[in-house]
């Protein structure tokens, strides 16, 4: 699998962007896929995940309310709403597949996810 995130840019404090993960591949459907984001001198965190069937999610308590998580698999492709930003989302933000097919719950630990597009750069201004 092979993705790509965009969507990133510069955002007020209370605005919203959309970040979108496209695939390649014809495992997409069956992977789970997960967001992360790191800002400087911090480490690489899930900020949300979903399975492969979109049953299963999970954000992290720092987004939750704020973003929403979401897949189109026949377009192949993720989705991160992100809603009321905050200086502190200021970040380079990554999606990522699961290593595994077919997992039930979703997992957050990067290693867990073994293909990484580039990332795209969210900028909240205060």
């Known amino acids: 699998v092979q993705l790509q995130a965009y969507g990133g840019g510069l955002v007020q404090a209370g605005g919203s962007l959309r970040l979108s993960c496209a695939a390649s591949?014809?495992?997409?459907?069956?992977?789970?896929v997960g967001w992360f984001r790191q800002a400087p001198g911090k480490e690489r965190e899930c900020v949300a995940a979903?399975?492969?069937?979109?049953?299963?999610?999970y954000y992290a308590d720092s987004v939750e309310g704020r973003f929403t998580i979401s897949r189109d698999n026949a377009k192949n492709t993720g989705y991160l709403q992100m809603n009321s930003l905050k200086p502190e989302d200021t970040a380079v933000y990554y999606c990522?597949?699961?290593?595994?097919?077919?997992?039930?719950?979703?997992?957050?630990?990067?290693?867990?996810?073994?293909?990484w597009g580039k990332g795209t750069l969210v900028t909240v201004s205060s």
């Open positions: 979903i399975s492969w069937r979109s049953i299963s999610t």
């Open positions: 591949g014809r495992t997409f459907e069956s992977v789970a």
């Open positions: 990522a597949a699961d290593s595994r097919l077919r997992r039930a719950i979703v997992r957050t630990a990067p290693n867990e996810y073994g293909y």
